[in-house]
């Protein structure tokens, strides 16, 4: 891995100060007390004197305590509307001032608790008033507008004037319930103008390629991967370089780099979910273009998938040996925190070759060769324009908006990433096929089926992370080229990196701009307005990045077969805001598509992402407290202590800002409970800034929030703010969006707010989004690990929260104690997890019934129907049966019920030595009825004539058996009293030959003869 480089410690240990006396005071009263025993000891003389002394020092006017603001309070209140009265007495600076700011805090907190219920009546006519209006507005919804004005006008004022500014007890969570009055009648399109944007004019970044055949341009290409599955990266990631450990040349620990983009490192495994710096969770997609294929829809002048295999199935190719040259640093990106001066922002690539080999006296290699009948296969299949004529420069895009904390941060890790390269440079002296010896799918989870990865293969990327398939080359490796491919796994490497040197990666070329060091404290609260294309400015004592937040979520389940999401909200449909069809757009700037979600196939290749529509309000930084943050856990904690409102939202336009993304922003109401929501998140979890601490019940704070203590929604965007601070809700729509012109852009603008002014109407005082399955009261509060992942979810009112990740819903895992006396007896504990469980704990019947599932259920109710239906067929058929005529199925079915059954005589079965007795006496044949058998005597005359008169005779001996047999059972059952009676005769000629037999066995047993070959007389009769 990377080396480490010594960082000095930014931070001081926050320590709280007691209140004391100064120690002017001390020293003055000692004094005193001195001068008492001098004049005690002395006398009256000296006594005299000394009190003369004291009693002039008293006149001159001499003060003996510490500076304090008395002079810069004096001087203000001559000058401007100043309270005299407050910070009057407290020191300049120091220590002790800061202490004081705090001890005012927990004053204010007191106050603050002590003053809520001398404002319920206030609350009240507040709670009245929104009410009112709101039920105005659905009554007559055409005439809201006008109303709402007249409203505003009488009685707004008036109740606002009961309600203090600037006065944070309000009990918001059951005052307001909804939003932005102010412009209630305005348009999209002046709202636009209001908030200081352009949405008519369409002077925007704008995209023309020349072409005017390619309408769309994509990034699908054809290439090499260099992809490893590594621990510390995602678990999905492809392992297909057995040759390049790419993770070695990447700063994964933060040594070097300050912060990245969103997508953070494209290389060395991808990002893990719950990773701490919040990157994306994307599996690795490191890679290198051979061909840029581009649009893949043949309807914007793009080549479809289908092409593209048939022109790459219809060429052959040898193994590419790829050489890994160095690793640089450029492509200079901007800064979006406000045109502030920051440390610059590049982009990490790693330059390879492909190593190119001759034939004998040939001046044409085989790479250009494959070139030739590549873009040959291409047009013979009626490749699309938006195809480049050229080959691509082989190079490896690791990172983009990459910031070091200073330039000798950026030198040591070049040499250090450089040094790494040389060590393979040492290894691969002739170049090496890039492969695997695993298995891996293309595409990965959707059908594909797993082969052998092999050596030498290219592969068509319909996105910079999605691989759909694998071209295999021509023949096998050499044993030369096997020899290199399988070094790395098999070889002791150890002398490779003792003799690896970094030589000449063109530091003075990348680093242009001299010595530079990143400044944490010219950090400032309007750098939450951040560019996601670009990486963060850290503040001081935060040594690590993060894209942890809170916000809103809006996302929900298109029907456009985008990838899995959940619906989180019904209340806006955002794919009228979007260009599918790129009838406006030309391309994007990222990987990235629309971020509402992306259609898999779409025909500019972005990255399939589900919908990730969200407000984002708060970002807490990384989840690393060891790097300065705070853990997933602490910050659940205190969310689920804020009472904050229902969250009501209200678009307002649709724009595009100054780093060319399209945006919708919401309207900024500073008076509503989601500015109430950002106040009191700074004041929690702000940072230490201007003289302004943080302060919450746990005692729980970070270093790297991108918000400041004292910043306050009334600071943020809008016509009502000034402009100097973070707040301002907006949804990102896309990343770098490029227009075919600045009319095109013009009119997207123009389309887009003509259906925000759809919204404004349909919601005139805001909505609180939400489903009836998902925050179904509406206005939930959200905390995302990335923009990608939304981990935790919030109520208002205190209403409770859980886990909401990866479309799932699970029980909370933490649950603070509670903090106030009581208990969970206590109404104030109630919203705690554990309080709230205990309250609101499902039936153990309904517990299990739920945990079943769907299809458990299915079963469960399955099972009794299935049963039921068999027992009332069997019923049926039984029914037809053994019914009397003119019985009913019902009065069969309880003489059925009501009969009783005989019971039935087993055999004894006999053990040991006499089991072999069991065997019948006679031939099952003999057991057979008098019809069955008259069936066999015919058969038998029939068969032969010369044996008709012995087949009479045992006939006729036969049925005198069987006569005899018949009085002898009929003469029993008249002995037996009539107990048993036959109901046919067929049944009593069969007992009467099975009783016959067995006391013809007991006989025999009794004279001991132990000959039991006894058959029956028709057999006698067919062997004679």
């Avoid at 001066?341 to 004998?360: A, H, K, M």
């Avoid at 991108?706 to 016509?719: E, F, I, L």
Wanted: charged share 25%.
């Amino acid at each position: 891995m990377l080396g480490e480089v010594t960082r000095r410690s930014l931070g001081s240990n926050r320590k709280r100060s007691k209140r004391s006396k100064p120690e002017g005071a001390m020293e003055i009263s000692g004094c005193e007390g001195e001068l008492g025993r001098k004049i005690t000891k002395g006398g009256v003389s000296s006594g005299i004197l000394v009190a003369a002394a004291v009693l002039a020092l008293s006149l001159s006017g001499v003060e003996g305590r510490l500076a304090d603001r008395s002079r810069v309070v004096a001087a203000r209140a001559a000058s401007v509307n100043y309270d005299k009265n407050y910070d009057g007495e407290r020191p300049i600076g120091g220590p002790v001032y800061r202490a004081g700011k705090r001890w005012d805090a927990e004053d204010d907190v007191a106050r603050r608790v002590n003053s809520a219920s001398s404002s319920k009546n206030a609350n009240k006519k507040w709670k009245n008033f929104q009410s009112n209006s709101i039920s105005q507005s659905n009554s007559n919804q055409n005439n809201f507008v006008q109303e709402n004005n007249e409203i505003s006008e009488n009685n707004f004022s008036e109740v606002k004037k009961e309600i203090p500014e600037n006065d944070f007890s309000r009990a918001l969570s059951s005052q307001l319930t909804g939003c932005c009055y102010d412009y209630a009648g305005t348009t999209a399109a002046e709202m636009c103008e209001i908030y200081g944007h352009d949405c008519e004019s369409g002077e925007t970044p704008s995209h023309d390629s020349g072409d005017e055949d390619c309408s769309q341009q994509g990034l699908s290409f054809i290439g090499i991967s260099f992809s490893v599955n590594t621990a510390s990266g995602h678990p999905y990631s492809y392992q297909l370089c057995d040759q390049f450990p790419m993770e070695n040349i990447i700063d994964r620990n933060y040594d070097y780099v300050m912060s990245m983009d969103e997508d953070g490192w494209l290389v060395g495994g991808g990002y893990k979910t719950f990773d701490y710096s919040g990157k994306m969770p994307y599996i690795d997609s490191s890679h290198t273009e051979l061909l840029r294929v581009g649009s893949i829809d043949p309807d914007h002048g793009g080549t479809s998938i289908e092409t593209v295999y048939e022109a790459m199935e219809s060429i052959s190719f040898a193994p590419f040996s790829i050489y890994p040259e160095y690793l640089k640093g450029g492509g200079g990106h901007h800064s979006g925190d406000n045109q502030q001066e920051t440390v610059p922002s590049v982009g990490i690539t790693l330059i390879v070759s492909i190593v190119e080999t001759y034939e004998d006296n040939d001046s044409y290699s085989s790479y250009e060769y494959f070139l030739d009948e590549l873009f040959q296969a291409m047009n013979n299949v009626g490749g699309g324009p938006c195809m480049d004529d050229d080959d691509t420069d082989p190079h490896v895009s690791m990172a983009r908006g990459v910031k070091f904390k200073s330039s000798y941060h950026y030198t040591q890790y070049m040499a250090a990433a450089n040094t790494e390269i040389a060590a393979w440079q040492g290894m691969y002296p002739q170049g090496v096929p890039i492969g695997s010896s695993g298995y891996a799918a293309f595409p990965p989870g959707r059908g594909g089926r797993r082969i052998h990865v092999g050596y030498g293969n290219l592969y068509f990327f319909f996105d910079r992370a999605n691989i759909t398939k694998a071209f295999a080359p021509s023949r096998d490796l050499t044993d030369n080229e096997a020899y290199y491919a399988t070094l790395y796994k098999t070889s002791d490497l150890s002398d490779y990196y003792e003799n690896a040197v970094a030589g000449d990666y063109g530091n003075d070329k990348n680093n242009d701009q001299g010595d530079w060091e990143h400044n944490p404290y010219a950090w400032d609260a309007k750098m939450a307005m951040h560019d996601m294309t670009d990486g963060w400015d850290l503040p001081p004592n935060c040594e690590m990045e993060g894209e942890t937040f809170f916000g809103i979520p809006l996302s929900r389940k298109s029907e456009s077969g985008l990838q899995s999401t959940s619906t989180l909200q019904n209340q806006f449909d955002f794919e009228y805001l979007v260009d599918r069809n790129n009838t406006y757009i030309k391309s994007f700037g990222t990987n990235h598509g629309w971020l509402v979600g992306e259609q898999i196939g779409n025909g500019a290749g972005s990255i399939v992402d589900k919908d990730t529509a969200h407000i984002p309000i708060f970002y807490t930084g990384t989840t690393n407290a060891d790097m300065g943050g705070v853990t997933l856990s602490n910050l659940i904690k205190i969310a689920q202590n804020i009472d904050f409102g229902t969250l009501y939202i209200k678009p307002a336009f649709v724009f595009v800002d100054d780093d060319g993304h399209v945006k919708l922003q919401f309207e900024v109401d500073t008076s509503s409970a989601l500015a109430y929501l950002y106040d009191v998140l700074c004041q929690q979890l702000g940072l230490s800034w201007n003289y302004e601490s943080p302060s919450n019940n746990l005692g729980i704070y970070t270093n790297c929030a991108m918000h400041a203590a004292g910043d306050r929604a009334k600071y943020g965007c809008g016509p009502d703010g000034s402009g100097d601070g973070g707040f301002c809700p907006q949804m990102t729509l896309g990343y770098s969006v490029r227009f075919a012109s600045e009319e095109h852009a013009a009119a997207y603008l123009d389309r887009s707010n003509n259906y925000v002014d759809y919204w404004r109407g349909l919601y005139p005082s805001g909505v609180a989004v939400g489903t009836d399955k998902f925050c179904p009261s509406g206005g939930c509060l959200g905390l995302f690990l990335n923009r990608y992942d939304l981990y935790s979810v919030f109520k208002p009112d205190l209403g409770g929260s859980w886990v909401e990740y990866n479309g799932m819903s699970m029980a909370p895992t933490i649950s603070p104690a509670p903090t106030y006396v009581g208990g969970c007896d206590n109404v104030q504990n109630f919203h705690l997890d554990l309080c709230f469980r205990r309250k609101n704990a499902p039936k153990p019947t309904a517990a299990a019934w739920k945990s079943l599932g769907t299809v458990g259920q299915f079963s469960v109710l399955l099972i009794p129907f299935m049963a039921v239906t068999l027992s009332l067929s069997i019923f049926l058929s039984r029914a037809r049966k053994k019914r009397r005529k003119g019985e009913g199925y019902l009065q069969f079915f309880i003489r059925d019920m009501t009969r009783r059954k005989k019971r039935k005589k087993g055999k004894k079965k006999l053990r040991g030595r006499r089991r072999d007795l069991e065997e019948p006496m006679i031939n099952e044949k003999g057991r057979r009825s008098k019809s069955r058998s008259g069936r066999s005597r015919s058969k038998s005359k029939r068969a032969s004539d010369g044996r008709s008169a012995r087949s009479a005779r045992s006939g006729r001996s036969g049925r005198s058996v069987s006569s005899q047999g018949m009085k002898s059972i009929r003469s029993e059952v008249i002995q037996e009293g009539g107990r048993r009676r036959s109901r046919s005769g067929r049944r009593s000629k069969s007992r009467a030959s099975s009783r016959s037999s067995r006391r013809e066995k007991e006989r025999t047993e009794q004279s001991g003869i132990m000959d039991f070959n006894v058959s029956s007389p028709q057999s006698e009769t067919r062997l004679v």
